[in-house]
């Protein structure tokens, strides 16, 4: 089987009628009653959960949201609202869609992992079975809090399934890292290092929620925390686990998914009978994603999210054979996507030149990571291009950084060694061997923002440096409408502040 696909079972709860004549159980009505039964009640549970990773909010906005609001991004969106709300800190209306929509759906696959984590437990099943369910489940319910914590910061912390008359009031954005990390810490012995069946691929395993767990250390400045979850990623059982794929490009292609390097990355498929982003539509919804639509080239897609010109010329050193960075290929389409330039530089079958001349679009530059231009010359609203989450050349990345925090920058070397040489640059020891602690974080964000540009991991890196801040102008001139103390996060939607008398804006919004 290629990939997990999603097949769910939505399970609510109702009242049926008021009267003693009406008050007659349907047989063919799903409730909470009839369901979570058996070890199938519990894995369709666990199924729901993964299957909120396809809907609109999360597969497509959000992404564009981490990006396009970091420095790397922009959007020339002629919808106005949208061009504000993802790129120029000003949000049109608090419950503006693209915005209101990932917070409202990352809480529904809270919900959904809260059924799983209240009900599972009293199901009679194989312990072992029923523990990997419970590890998924607890995975999920962290990673959708990551977005949540690393988004909106100050959101309610919802640890079982919610009611309607529940009125949870925020939580602080430590608090939720720190319910994110006692998640994770559950996670991590109830889930496999691998899975022996192949109808699994792309569940979750020990080593995604280790390589979560030190994300959200890092992001609260714990790096002797986060150091153990990384070790075991790169110098334990994991180390036989992951690599680096040869070809950096691999890591984007719908031919090489799920590959070596991949620790945790959402499964996507092309569903040809699809109508909607409404995954409680079952088997009609979008097991694809949209995002390659709304981000590929104008003429192509709808080009609402597109990356800055500047990042082009950060990738300036040579390999050692003396040729361009490969990643500047595999990352962006531009005029000079094909180092010869925009004549041989091709859009979706049809080169550069001839799609945009000297038009004021022969400047623009595109992501090209998550398109499918590499078999096909038209995107869709069903691409089936999995969304790579988190990679091992990240987690490399995130060991050295943790190293170099702890006072260890001579042990960090050898990983970013590592990424470099795998794409042909010279190891870093040899380019610039012994930097002191600051000057290797310098060079670390350099090779953060060259080896992960465009995979929604910038925006997190600079709050966690403490970079964000109007001092971004120089490069995105989005940031000169940045209010620090305020733009770090997005505001919580005006519906649910009204729906609920315990929850607060965030500040200065």
């Not at 977005?147 to 009125?167: A, F, I, M, R």
């Amino acid at each position: 089987m290629k990939k997990l696909f999603i097949y769910i079972a939505i399970i609510g709860g109702g009242c049926f009628g008021c009267e003693d004549k009406l008050d007659i159980e349907n047989p063919n009505e799903p409730n909470v009653g009839l369901f979570w039964e058996t070890g199938e009640d519990a894995e369709k549970g666990v199924n729901a959960i993964y299957s909120t990773l396809h809907k609109g909010s999360i597969s497509r906005w959000m992404p564009m949201l981490y990006s396009t609001r970091a420095d790397i991004g922009e959007s020339r969106s002629p919808w106005t609202d949208l061009a504000n709300a993802l790129d120029k800190f000003i949000q049109p209306d608090y419950n503006f869609d693209p915005v209101s929509g990932v917070f409202a759906d990352n809480y529904v696959g809270i919900f959904r992992a809260n059924q799983v984590l209240d009900n599972v437990p009293g199901i009679d099943m194989e312990e072992s079975e029923k523990d990997v369910l419970l590890g998924q489940a607890y995975f999920l319910r962290a990673l959708f809090y990551y977005h949540l914590g690393t988004l909106y910061g100050n959101v309610p912390v919802l640890l079982k399934t919610s009611e309607p008359q529940d009125y949870p009031p925020n939580s602080t954005q430590a608090e939720v890292f720190e319910q994110i990390i006692a998640d994770l810490e559950l996670a991590v012995p109830m889930l496999p290092a691998r899975y022996a069946d192949a109808s699994d691929l792309g569940r979750v395993t020990k080593g995604a929620a280790y390589a979560l767990l030190a994300k959200a250390h890092m992001q609260l400045g714990q790096y002797n925390e986060a150091l153990p979850a990384l070790q075991w990623l790169v110098d334990g059982e994991g180390r036989d686990i992951y690599d680096l794929v040869a070809n950096y490009r691999d890591n984007f292609l719908i031919t090489t998914e799920n590959n070596v390097e991949s620790v945790f990355e959402w499964q996507f498929a092309e569903n040809p009978n699809e109508f909607t982003d409404n995954d409680i539509q079952t088997p009609n919804h979008n097991y694809g994603t949209s995002l390659a639509q709304f981000t590929a080239p104008v003429g192509i897609g709808w080009s609402d999210a597109e990356a800055r010109r500047w990042i082009i010329y950060e990738f300036d050193e040579l390999t050692v054979s003396g040729n361009r960075d490969p990643r500047v290929a595999a990352s962006f389409l531009f005029d000079s996507t094909d180092i010869n330039g925009p004549d041989a530089t091709m859009i979706y079958g049809q080169s550069f030149s001839s799609r945009y001349g000297t038009s004021a679009d022969s400047k623009r530059v595109w992501v090209r990571k998550f398109l499918n231009d590499h078999w096909k010359n038209q995107e869709g609203y069903r691409s089936p291009n999995n969304y790579r989450y988190i990679r091992y050349s990240d987690v490399l990345l995130m060991y050295a950084e943790c190293l170099n925090a702890t006072g260890s920058t001579a042990a960090a070397y050898p990983h970013v060694d590592r990424v470099r040489q795998r794409v042909g640059l010279q190891s870093l020891s040899v380019a610039s061997p012994g930097l002191n602690q600051a000057a290797f974080l310098e060079q670390l964000k350099h090779e953060r923002l060259l080896e992960l540009a465009g995979e929604g991991h910038r925006w997190n890196d600079l709050a966690r440096w403490g970079d964000l801040g109007p001092g971004l102008a120089v490069n995105d001139p989005a940031f000169a409408n940045f209010e620090v103390g305020k733009h770090e996060l997005l505001p919580i939607p005006q519906l649910d502040i009204d729906a609920n008398p315990n929850l607060e804006q965030n500040p200065k919004w």
